[in-house]
Nanobody
Framework: QVQLVESGGGLVQAGGSLRLSCAAS??????MGWFRQAPGKEREFVAA????????YYADSVKGRFTISRDNAKNTVYLQMNSLKPEDTAVYCC?????????????????WGQGTQVTVSS
């Protein structure tokens, strides 16, 4: 069992930056991902990182602007978001799973945080 708690969301102007954090309890050998859900839209994959931090994955919409990283000593995963756009506005959730499955699908992940709101103004 693992509990996930996100922080770092807020209001920022377009072009600005935010860093989200996801603190995990328990084991640290999970694959960790970030997803987001905008009003009226389905939850979508943003980024993921394997347990060692050596391999990362990104949605095309954030590639080159967002960076996912993890500090296993602190049991924390980060999402550095730069060059933010109004279309990045959403509730961002971190998620975790261990084992097989596609990192891009919400159904793969066993554990979810409550989410943190990110609002980008134009």
């Amino acid at each position: 069992q693992v509990q996930l708690v996100e922080s770092g969301g807020g209001l920022v102007q377009a072009g600005g930056s935010l860093r989200l954090s996801c603190a995990a309890s328990g084991r640290n050998n999970y694959v960790m991902g970030w997803f987001r859900q905008a009003p009226g839209k389905e939850r979508e994959f943003v980024a993921a990182i394997n347990w060692s931090g050596e391999t990362t994955y990104y949605a095309d919409s954030v590639k080159g602007r967002f960076t996912i990283s993890r500090d296993n000593a602190k049991n924390t995963v980060y999402l550095q978001m730069n060059s933010l756009k109004p279309e990045d506005t959403a509730v961002y959730c971190c998620a975790a799973y261990i084992g097989g499955g596609s990192i891009y699908y919400t159904s793969t992940y066993s554990y979810w945080g409550q989410g943190t709101q990110v609002t980008v103004s134009s």
